[in-house]
């Protein structure tokens, strides 16, 4: 026996059909109205005016992916000290003692990092 959808759905499917439907149809209607007319001088990469001097697929050396991930270690050790400050107060000293240890271990790294020159730009 197949039971009725509950009511309570309904809203829900209507949302969800109306999110697909909404960009489908504006990129389709996006499409049949505006121009095109394609050429060599539109299809090139536009760098502020100059023409570009190489192929855009260059290689970056893995001293960049290095930094970025640095950057973003460094970074998330912030989202991890935000909560900490928030409850500073009802966490007492152990709190603190918490922070120190998380605060030494990445200052460890930082200094590891410092000196195998993952932070020389040269």
Known sequence: MISAMPSGYLP???????????????????KLIRPSAPFQAKLEAYECGIKAASDSRGRYTVRFYIIAILFVIFDVETIFLFPWAVKYSQLGWFGVAEVAVFLAILVVGYIWAWKKGALDWV
């Open 12 to 30: 829900i499917f209507i949302f969800l059909a109306v999110a697909i439907a909404f960009p489908v149809v504006t990129i389709i209607a996006a």
